[in-house]
């Protein structure tokens, strides 16, 4: 089983078996790991269970998330590393089957590799050569549009620019989940005045927000994992 041993100043405060296939880290009490430090955000960042692989997400907060001293937007954590949020520790431990299991699915290296790749590139785009910000950048953040990029069982990205996607099987969907039990339409993202809202409307198949089922509207958070039947997405800002 993986565990999270939270450390301050070389003393260990506690050892958190990873349980779930999401864990969330910050200061609010309502996080799977609490870290009482004001370095640290409310919703600092999380740490998925993607097929056999752990990632580590930064959800934007203030003061960044590190592994072995390296600022990560989102990358794929390995035995041994050491996650750093605020003046706090964070060693992480796989046992000898789940570190064969990783090594063995490294397809997965690429594509995180690849959309920290694109958010250095958007972050250097917003910035002139001398650091500045360039003319037009606040124009650009009232645009900014949600997307979709798969994970796994289905291919590419879709922006949500329409008011409400339509998520199933039918090809009239903006986007296609394959699935025995995937019905139609299994559920809806709908853009609202505090953001992007996904609804389940009914079906045998599961719709599930970091490993946390949805039954009625949850409104979505940047880097969250969205699994419905075998697909899986992650929703972010562009």
Sequence with gaps: MARLVLKFKDVEIRTYPFTNSSMTLGRNEDNDIVVSNMAVSGYHAKIDLVGNNFFLTDLQSMNGTYINDRKIVSAKLSNKDKIIIGKHLL??????????????????DQTMYLDTQ????LR???TDSK???KKGVAAQKKQRVGVLTFISGGEGEIA???????????????VIIPGMFVPGTVATISLRPSGYAI???GGMAKVKVNGKTVKGSVF????DLLEIGSAKM?????
């Design 131 to 133: 650091g500045g910000q």
């Design 199 to 201: 609804t389940f409307t």
């Design 91 to 108: 060693e992480f431990y796989l046992d000898e089957g789940e570190q064969n299991k990783s090594a063995s699915t490294a397809e997965f």
């Design 160 to 174: 949500l620019k329409k008011k409400l996607i339509k998520l199933g099987k039918d090809e009239t969907c903006d």
């Design 124 to 126: 250097a785009k917003s």
């Design 118 to 121: 694109k958010a250095k590139e």
């Design 220 to 223: 979505l958070k940047e880097f």
């Design 234 to 238: 992650q929703f972010y800002i562009k």
